[in-house]
């Protein structure tokens, strides 16, 4: 069974980048799967953020794509998201979550999310 967890400061102030790191366990994050981050506004529907692929072949949504970062550790199964010059906006709550090898968007196992408030 795959599982997957969240981890990072739950507080960011404005401007600053925010970090988070997924830590995978049942399973190599360096083969056949994508590794998405998501997140969930208050209030709002899941927005996709971006991915890293087994071969470490990134994608990122075209809205966030000039603040984003992703990156892997594959000795330590983990990826990382870096967002940097957050605003308020930015407050969500953060999910990781494992894609199919063909269909990356189709996510079958997900991290429990993590809060992230961004505020002075």
């Known amino acids: 069974q795959v599982q997957l967890q969240e981890s990072g400061p739950g507080l960011v102030k404005p401007s600053q980048t925010l970090s988070l790191t997924c830590t995978v366990s049942?399973?190599?994050?360096?083969?056949?799967?994508?590794w998405s981050w998501i997140r969930q506004p208050p209030g709002k529907g899941l927005e996709w953020i971006g991915y890293?692929?087994?071969?470490?072949?990134?994608r990122f949504s075209p809205s966030l794509k000039s603040r984003t970062s992703i990156s892997r550790d594959t000795s330590k199964n983990q990826f990382t998201l870096q967002l940097s010059s957050v605003t308020p906006e930015d407050t969500a709550v953060y999910y990781c979550?494992?894609?199919?090898?063909?269909?990356?968007?189709?996510?079958?196992?997900w991290g429990q999310g993590t809060q992230v408030t961004v505020s002075a």
């Open positions: 979550a494992r894609g199919y090898a063909s269909a990356w968007y189709i996510n079958d196992y």
């Open positions: 049942g399973g190599s994050i360096a083969t056949n799967s994508y």
């Open positions: 890293i692929g087994y071969s470490g072949g990134i």
